[in-house]
């Protein structure tokens, strides 16, 4: 009689413990204990409620016998036998010491069995020995799950064990550089030219006379995609052993000009960054644009930003970065012309690179190929 008892509590605790949810119904437990009437599983939950292993949860009703109809498990009670079976199970499998199992002591003992074919195949690939080499992210999934997907589509996987992406040696893989190159001419003086710019407008705009010029390419930014691939650059047009040096031509706003501090502070070694002035200074002939979203206030003016598109507003909230780069921005402008800047900005306007047209952009990038090459 009395094993009969302990087996009613045992069926109570596992549907505590394997539940996903904090709390379970009384009605939900009986329907997953069948072979266990109402009365015997009602004095299994007495038992587990007086041993404190149980609390009653928020629901105000309750049974004929004044047993509250939900329930959890203490988080101390759970934390303590997942432990257990986790513990003894790292010793029984061999698991891997580099991995922390501490997340799932306090989870639904289920979220372990969930996870327990990944962590295996982790823990094996990691005692395999040796250090492995750089791989992609989806190379390294299929090297340990055989599967590709995993890590991209299940990463906090690797966050729950304590497990980083460099201690894989996964190197990521940022989109490739978008651009329009011009092959078979020279550097000159050893130094390939391009020109890059912040919009896709900007980018139709400037490439079908690139053959007119001696720059070796256009480069579509993609607002801040840049700032993470302009390393690529040489690679992705065969002229990794020359220096380079590219010419930045973006929205006149916080955000671009943040945008261009970003990649001037990221800028790889070989490459050297500079303002197309002209084309800026040609915006002062027109009328700036209002934003969308005036600002609130606070330290930088409670600025709302234009991003990638022309209209589109995001908010600055990196406001000390952001006051750096709008003062590196008019350093490189007369005095006359960075006081006009600032006072455009602290208006709460801006100039969209769509403001000059094709044919002046066109000319103005003809005008400048002349000048610097």
Known sequence: MENKKLEEIE???????????????LDEMEKNCPGVSYDKLMQAAMTLQKAKQMIAGNVPDSDYNELGRQFRQTVGRRNE??????QGMVREQRL????TYSWYYNQPITAWERDFHYIKLLSDYLMSGGEPERASLQERSYEIFHDDTVLTEYPELLERLGISMEQLNIVAQPDPLMLAVQCGKQPHGGVCQHFAVETKEAYYGLYPVLN????????????WKLAGNLFQLPYQIGREWYKHCIWYFGNMSYEGISLWYAIRQKLPSGMELKLAVPMYKAMLLYQPVKLAKKGTGG???G???????AGNVLEIVQTV???KAVEAFCREFEPEDAAIWRDILGKNMYYPQSMLGNQELQKLFREMDKGIL
């Open 11 to 25: 069926a109570v605790r596992r549907n505590l413990k394997g539940s996903r949810l904090k709390d379970i119904l």
């Open 81 to 86: 036998e997942n432990r257990a079976i986790i």
């Open 96 to 99: 891997s010491g580099r991995l």
């Open 212 to 223: 007119r010029t001696r720059f070796a390419s256009v480069i579509y930014g993609a607002g």
């Open 299 to 301: 330290a930088a003016g």
């Open 303 to 309: 600025r709302h930003l234009p991003g990638g598109e």
């Open 321 to 323: 970065q952001t006051d």
